[in-house]
């Protein structure tokens, strides 16, 4: 694609060396030629978005230009856009349209964004690899043998296969900035609260974030100036002033102080990964910014924290799929007419116990028929089997079971106390330093169905991203090079900051991109 960010479309359009319809048949093109193999979008609106554009451009010609004009973006499908799908990657949702626009996607439109798609992501947006999509995994544009990252790998994908020039993802462990950094592109998670989640399809609700990414921190930043602020439809979000997010991206980096925290390069960590990130430090501290080790003591209780809690919050989100008030229904029939079978086997046994004369087998029995499912209740059970995939039904079972009572002081209550351990630390760490530099994830991006199988190794790779989510403060991740010793797989470096203080973080993500 001719124009890859936003910013480049942009002053192009300003030069009318473009416009807005061949900015979108430009990512058509694209779309066309790679999205079979790499299986990016799950829906691609063509003509929507064309139509949208020829809009746009016969308003320019009257003069209107809107601060999004021409911005070509694909939104993670488990983002409400109204009359499309959101199927958020799960059978349970295969033929579901959004009855109203989410809240960002509203505002976006307002600013003149075009929207090209929605993007594969892992089912509900559990996962690390885009491999538990029902429509199937995406592919790493850099090497179709590796996974893009998840959950919004789709969206991170499109950004680096230049289908678009930026999508929105969402983050409640690090979906937004572990994709990112597998795909080489720029991804924030805002500060929890930052931008609404209204039509946000619900994973877990006190981690969600909507979020970003492009192939520049000035897109990004862009970006977030249209979307944060507060939402009367959400009463999470913050009643917090917004700032114009690109003033910031010149400042430079003299004077301000780096926290690398300990935690962060521990065992564990790829060695190419360390030395790249350890080149930029350097190269930050002769540009003028203050290094310093830093401590965040409860950061080894990160996954395990985010695991309960994200489970719990999960099991409670995901009860309203029953096939009666949202999603797949299981054929009515098909689950009446087992019921009456298995009545019949019942009552056929029962009567031959009856028969032998075999007490004990008739009072069970007995029981048994009493106590058989109704239809309403089998209607939810077959539903739910067949709607969601193994990874979901793994989560709703470690949250229900988390939840439960007798457990739920050891597991959901005990979380919920570490929690605000972890998040006093970052409170503490912020009164020392102004950003926290740490790698974004330990390895880079992994072969297909190299970790699918073992659960536990897949939710080891967040350990750097789910404790932003846990603390709510916001995280960057920006593309630092290739590895070294696999040169065609990106590294991504992380920046945290302070509750609501995007700003510094692009700022210091501008300036690592630019060393
Ligand atoms: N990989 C994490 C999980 O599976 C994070 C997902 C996310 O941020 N949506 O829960």
């Known amino acids: 694609m001719e124009y890859r960010t936003f910013g480049a479309a942009r002053r192009a359009l300003d030069q009318n060396e ?4 061949a900015l979108v048949s430009a990512c058509l ?4 030629a790679d999205n079979d193999r790499l299986n990016i979008f799950t829906y691609v609106d063509d003509g929507g978005a064309l139509h949208h554009a020829r809009y746009l451009d ?3 010609e009257k003069g209107h230009e809107r601060p999004l004009t021409g911005l070509i973006l694909a939104v993670k499908d488990n983002i409400c856009i109204k009359g499309r799908q959101v199927t958020c990657g799960s059978q349970m949702l295969d033929d579901f349209e959004s009855l109203y626009d989410a809240t960002v996607i509203e505002k976006l439109r307002d600013a003149g964004a075009i929207f090209i798609g929605k993007t594969n992501c892992d089912e509900f947006a559990m996962g690390s690899s885009n491999e538990t999509s029902h429509h199937g995994p995406t592919k790493n544009p850099h090497d179709d ?3 893009p990252g998840g959950s919004s790998g789709g969206s991170a994908a499109a950004v680096a296969a230049g289908m678009c020039h930026a999508a929105l993802g969402s983050d409640t462990g690090g979906s937004i900035r572990q994709p990112a950094a597998f795909c080489g592109v720029v991804g924030l998670k805002p500060t929890y609260g930052r931008v609404s989640r209204y039509g946000l399809v619900a994973y877990a609700s006190s981690l969600d974030v909507i979020g970003p990414m492009g192939h520049s921190v000035e897109d990004v930043a862009t970006l977030l100036n249209a979307i944060a602020g507060v939402d009367p439809n959400d009463a ?20 301000l102080r780096i926290g690398l925290p300990t935690e962060y390069f521990a065992e564990g960590l790829d060695d190419g990964i360390r030395a790249l990130i350890q080149e930029k430090v350097d190269a930050l501290e002769a540009e003028g910014a203050e290094v310093r080790e830093v401590s965040l003591p409860h950061t080894k209780y990160g996954v395990a924290t985010y695991y309960i809690l994200a489970t719990a919050e999960a099991s409670s989100n995901l009860a309203r799929y029953d096939g009666i008030r949202y999603g797949h229904r299981a054929d009515l029939q098909d689950v009446q007419r087992s019921l009456v079978e298995e009545r019949e086997t019942m009552q056929e046994a029962l009567a031959a116990a009856e028969a032998d004369g075999r007490d004990d087998r008739v009072t069970a029995l007995r029981q048994e028929i009493d106590e058989q499912e109704t239809l309403l209740n089998r209607l939810y059970t077959q539903s739910r089997t ?13 949250g229900t079971y988390v939840l439960s009572s007798g457990y739920y002081d050891a597991y959901y209550a005990k979380a919920q106390r570490v929690r605000t351990l972890i998040r ?3 409170d503490q760490v912020f009164e020392e330093v102004d950003v926290l530099l740490t790698p974004a994830t330990p390895t880079p991006a992994f072969k297909l169905g190299e970790k699918i199988g073992d659960p536990l190794a897949m939710y080891l790779n967040d350990i750097y991203t789910v404790t932003a989510n846990l603390a ?7 593309p630092i090079g290739t590895h070294p010793d696999a040169p065609h797989l990106p590294v991504g470096l992380q920046l945290l900051g302070r509750h609501f203080d995007e700003a510094h973080l692009l700022q210091v993500g501008d300036a690592v991109m630019n060393l």
Do not use: H, Q, W
Request: net charge negative.
């Open 18 to 21: 473009t416009t807005c319809e």
């Open 29 to 32: 093109d694209r779309i066309r």
């Open 58 to 60: 016969s308003m320019r």
């Open 145 to 147: 043998a590796y996974v």
């Open 236 to 255: 999470t979000s913050a009643p917090v002033e917004v700032p114009d997010y690109t003033a910031a991206l010149d400042g430079g980096v003299t004077g």
């Open 386 to 398: 067949e709607g969601f995939g193994d990874e979901v039904k793994r989560r709703i079972m470690l």
């Open 424 to 426: 006093n630390d970052f």
């Open 472 to 478: 709510g403060v916001p995280g960057l991740v920006v």
